[in-house]
């Protein structure tokens, strides 16, 4: 079964951290671009950051740029985002999603979803 799972949400202080994991199964991930998007109560769901197929690009959205950061460990077949400097308006539940193509934060490119992780960001 072609699957992603999430994990790694939770409750922080502003200015923690936080690292958010994405376990693929079924299918190597190694080769498909990984994004990370997020949807707040209200809010159209936003790409947060992608890293391509290829491992040589990475972007973030503004909103993110400085704090965040993808990567992955092939050898594990898992995508992570390492959330820093989190503030109250990122809180959201956040995805992790596979593309066939070579990445963007454009959400319709993903045909693969893991099933999200709630991130609060609250004192």
């Known amino acids: 079964q072609v699957q992603l799972v999430d994990s790694g949400g939770g409750l922080v202080q502003p200015g923690g951290s936080l690292r958010l994991s994405c376990v693929a199964s079924?299918?190597?991930?190694?080769?498909?671009?990984i994004g990370w998007f997020r949807q707040a109560p209200g809010n159209e769901r936003e790409g947060v950051s992608y890293?391509?197929?290829?491992?040589?690009?990475?972007s973030y959205a503004d909103s993110v740029k400085g704090r965040f950061t993808i990567s992955r460990d092939n050898a594990k077949n898992t995508a992570y985002l390492q959330m820093n400097s989190l503030k109250p308006e990122d809180t959201a539940v956040y995805y992790c999603?596979?593309?066939?193509?070579?990445?963007?934060?454009?959400?319709?490119?993903?045909?693969?979803r893991g099933q999200g992780t709630q991130v609060t960001v609250s004192s």
């Open positions: 999603a596979a593309a066939n193509t070579y990445g963007s934060l454009l959400r319709n490119e993903y045909g693969i």
């Open positions: 079924g299918f190597t991930l190694r080769y498909w671009a």
């Open positions: 890293i391509s197929s290829d491992d040589h690009d990475t």
